[in-house]
């Protein structure tokens, strides 16, 4: 579905962004970017919706060279939720916000109008339909921006750093959103540092440092190693943490590390 | 946009013209302002050019120089014909377009040569208001923090969509709406911020603050100072007094 | 040890809205202390904290009773000249609270607002930088800093103040794990060898937890739970209030629940410490 082959690029002050990525990711798969603030993560999701061009190496989104093809005509298959909501709310009401994307990308005026309730009911907005987005809270405006994306059913869902901001609460409604998604086939990424908020829900975990790709695999291995998290500064899950170091004890039965907390629930039982 | 931030925006240097005291880059510049009005002749015109150019090459920032010189060249070429058309004298009607650029260009080498610290000095001497010169250092500081926005706001609302370089001259206007609006939006809560973050910083809370950083003029600065005005005195004294000088 | 913050019954509504954004609230703080402040978005977190360091209601109106007091004197009685000295105030966005061109310009900012003598500013300056460990940052221009220096750079300029109180208002949300728990290690050194009094307010508790005296959460402008972060985060109400329980403490919690072994102990575990109870269970 998207494949980056052996991409560089480099911003205008000279730093080099992106240094030979290659990547495949495949339709339905769930993937999760992770790496340091500078590591390359936006970058490369820019480059995917075609606002950044690849200096060398190419990218290619359903067989389409981003070279070949406009924002516009990405977005229509790729759809990308940024990390701060108030770089793009800017209509009068909550439906006209929502309407916007339908509009630019053609779609019949009652399709638009089934779209947007549909997408309003969604994310629990509907009571907010004639208000203005900006009154909405943080965390109903990341939902808004979210339903905007989905409200044109692209095949592609990136979200950049979803839970910034975040409760538990609305973490755990996100976290739903995203296993909806899954399930109706989406191929879902997800730039996050929130590793926490990641584990859980299991992953393909893509790990980024100085424009490069160093670790990519299913979050149980990735998490695992301690030694590429380390040198891409990224944190470990607490509980594979803790899998980890009960491993290392003598006499603790084989446990796969999604099961730690219950094995220990269990061991613990008189 | 290009030109401006080009021309006008401070860019850290290190040479001995960038280190020199903010009140000598100042009146440098302003008599070399002086000297491009007094200068009534071509080849007056031209030394300034040349005096400029050696300066700016002494303080690194030839190639931006040169650069702004190139984009004030169409502004000029617009003034020679328009004084061409209303003169019917093509010797002045250069001039004038030289001495355009030769203005931009004084003006564009004190302030890409002087930081925004600085230029708060220079602005303290001359005693403008506190709040006046607060509002110029923070207008200057959030420059490329804005900009930033404006890439991010145009990245979200293409993602959308939005094609800024279709339609008509009417439709691209309009097309800039949903890039303006989050704009202003975010301006108006980051000053709100701003406002918040000076009031817990005692912003306000003296008539008379006092300043970390001291300008004293040193040997180096009296020493472009005075070599600057004796210059400038005998530019003013041959282009004024003595009959034009014309090229040899 | 003397209170540093006492807030005595604090109701605070804004003007235009129908509820009040903080109610009926009291708290009281030692002085040394780290306390988070947590609950979800909305509870009236960020009004409290306005209100401690005087931006409520020297800067905001409303319907405003009770009152806060900061080292003794009431909040609303002292002149934000004089607020700004006991409490610094760490906002979320480092970026705008920069306003110098230059690192070392922008820690003198309040210093230089206070009318603090040049020598002295000077000194106070490059001990803030020091405790900060930013010293080869003094030149740097804003823009050419990245997020975390951006926060330190911050946190030197209250710190270079002298407040008794720093109130961190989500100081790591915009930054990388590993950053964000270079910050917290950085407060809690700051608590040690200054002996400064630190409110955060944080999502990220598993960050925080460790370093913590006292936990508190709010909920619709009320206080709903106090104490220390191990008594509040094995409450079975912390979560329905928005608390993110660090994974870890969950299963802290399920076999404290069973047992009174390590895992019951008074504080709360890492997860060796825990992989450590639960292997002396075994044996």
């Known amino acids: 579905m998207i494949e ?23 339709a339905g798969e769930f993937v999760a970017l992770v790496g340091e603030n500078g590591a390359g993560k936006t970058t490369l999701v820019k480059h995917v919706t075609g606002l950044l061009k690849p200096a060398s190496g190419s990218v290619l989104v359903d067989g389409v060279d981003t070279r070949e093809a406009s924002t516009a005509q990405l977005s229509r298959k790729v759809g990308v939720a940024f990390q701060n909501p108030d770089h793009q709310l800017f209509s009068e009401t909550v439906e006209e916000e929502m309407s916007f994307a339908l509009r630019n990308f053609g779609f019949p005026p009652e399709l638009v109008r089934d779209r947007v309730s549909w997408g309003l009911e969604l994310f629990g907005l509907g009571e907010y339909r004639k208000s203005s987005p ?61 590793i926490e908020f990641l584990w859980p829900i299991q992953p393909r975990v893509v790990v980024m440092k100085g424009g490069r790709v160093v670790g990519d695999g299913p979050a149980t291995a990735i998490m695992q190693d301690r030694d590429l998290l380390g040198s891409a500064r990224v944190a470990q899950p607490q509980l594979v943490e803790f899998y980890q170091e009960l491993h290392r004890r003598p006499g603790t039965p084989f446990v796969h590390p999604l099961d730690a907390a219950r094995w220990a629930e269990e061991a613990m039982r008189p | 946009m290009m030109w401006l931030s080009g021309g006008f925006i401070f860019r850290r240097g290190d040479s001995f013209y960038h280190r020199l005291d903010p009140r000598a880059k100042l009146l440098n510049s302003v008599l070399m302002f002086v000297t491009t009005l007094l200068a009534r002749s071509i080849f007056e015109m031209v030394l300034v050019i040349v005096f400029m150019v050696g300066l700016s090459a002494a303080a690194t920032v030839l190639k931006r120089v040169a650069r702004t010189m190139a984009f004030t060249a169409l502004f000029s070429g617009f003034i020679f014909v328009v004084n061409v058309l209303f003169t019917r004298d093509l010797e002045t009607s250069v001039l004038y377009a030289i001495r355009f650029i030769a203005i931009v260009v004084s003006t564009s080498i004190f302030f890409i040569t002087t930081s925004p610290d600085e230029l708060e000095q220079v602005m303290k001497m001359f005693r403008l208001p506190r709040d006046v010169v607060f509002a110029f250092v923070t207008a200057v500081r959030f420059i490329p923090v804005m900009m930033l926005d404006t890439i991010q706001i145009m990245d979200a609302q293409k993602s959308r969509g939005l094609e800024l370089e279709k339609g008509n001259l009417i439709r691209r206007v309009r097309n800039m709406i949903p890039i303006l609006i989050p704009l202003v939006v975010n301006s108006v809560v980051r000053s709100g911020e701003l ?35 004796a210059l400038f005195a005998i530019a003013a004294y041959s282009f004024y007094f003595v009959v034009p000088v014309r090229f040899p | 040890m003397a209170d540093i913050l006492k807030v005595e019954g604090l109701s605070f509504r804004y003007p235009d809205s129908p509820k009040n954004a903080v109610s009926d609230f009291e708290l009281s703080i030692p002085e040394g202390e780290i306390v988070v402040l947590a609950g979800p978005s909305g509870c009236g977190k960020s009004t409290l904290l306005r209100t401690v360091n005087g931006l409520i209601p020297h800067m905001y109106g409303g319907e405003y009773s009770g009152d806060v007091l900061v080292a003794g004197s009431s909040v609303k009685r002292s002149s934000m000249r004089d607020l700004a000295q006991t409490v610094g105030f760490l906002f979320q966005n480092p970026e705008n609270q920069i306003f110098m061109f230059s690192v070392e310009r922008d820690v003198a900012f309040g210093l230089e607002n206070l009318g603090v003598p040049r020598e002295e500013m000077r000194a106070r300056v490059d001990e803030a930088l020091r405790l900060l460990r930013i010293g080869d940052l003094a030149q740097r221009a804003p823009h050419e800093l990245s997020d975390g220096q951006k926060q330190r750079v911050a946190l030197a300029g209250v710190l270079a103040m002298r407040p008794k109180l720093v109130i961190l208002d989500e100081p790591t949300s915009l930054l990388d794990p590993k950053t964000a728990s270079e910050l917290v290690a950085l407060v809690a050194r700051l608590r040690k060898e200054l002996g400064t009094t630190f409110v955060v307010v944080e999502h990220r508790l598993d960050l925080l937890v460790g370093v913590a005296d006292r936990l508190v959460v709010m909920d619709g402008g009320r206080k709903v739970l106090e104490g220390t972060p191990r008594d509040v985060l094995f409450r079975d109400e912390a979560e329905a209030h928005g608390v993110a329980v660090p994974a870890v403490t969950k299963v802290q919690k399920l076999l404290a629940e069973r047992e009174t072994g390590r895992a019951a102990a008074g504080r709360l575990l890492t997860p060796s410490g825990l992989a450590s109870a639960v292997e002396g269970r075994q044996a």
């Not at chain 1, 690029?9 to 990525?21: E, K, N, T």
């Not at chain 1, 900006?134 to 839970?163: M, N």
């Not at chain 2, 973050?197 to 180096?220: I, N």
């Open chain 1, 134 to 194: 900006l009154i909405l809270s943080g965390g109903e405006k990341k939902r808004l921006t979210l339903a905007c994306i989905l409200a044109w059913d692209p095949q592609v869902v990136i979200l950049d750093e979803p839970t910034v901001g975040q409760d538990a609460i609305q973490k755990e409604k996100l976290a739903g959103t995203i296993q909806m998604l899954k399930s109706a086939g989406k191929t879902v990424v997800v730039v996050s540092h929130d």
């Open chain 1, 4 to 26: 980056f082959r052996d991409v560089s690029f480099a911003h205008q002050s000279g730093v080099r962004a992106l240094d030979g990525v290659s990547l495949r990711v495949e």
């Open chain 2, 195 to 229: 406002a918040e973050a000076m009031e817990a910083r005692a912003y306000g809370a003296v008539p008379r603050p006092t300043s970390l950083l001291v300008y004293r003029a040193r040997r180096a600065d009296v020493g472009v100072v005075c070599a600057a005005v």
